[in-house]
């Protein structure tokens, strides 16, 4: 199973810049819970 890996690109040379590692379900709702604790 592929990792869950996103590359971005640098427009200007077209050179991958950074990998970020997606985050996953329970991440991602945490870090939607800590952003509604801001508001």
Request: net charge negative.
């Amino acid at each position: 199973m592929m990792p869950n890996m996103v590359t971005t690109i640098n427009p200007a040379n077209e050179q991958p810049v950074n990998e970020y590692r997606l985050m996953n379900l329970h991440e991602a709702n945490k870090a939607v819970d800590l952003a509604n604790d801001c508001y």
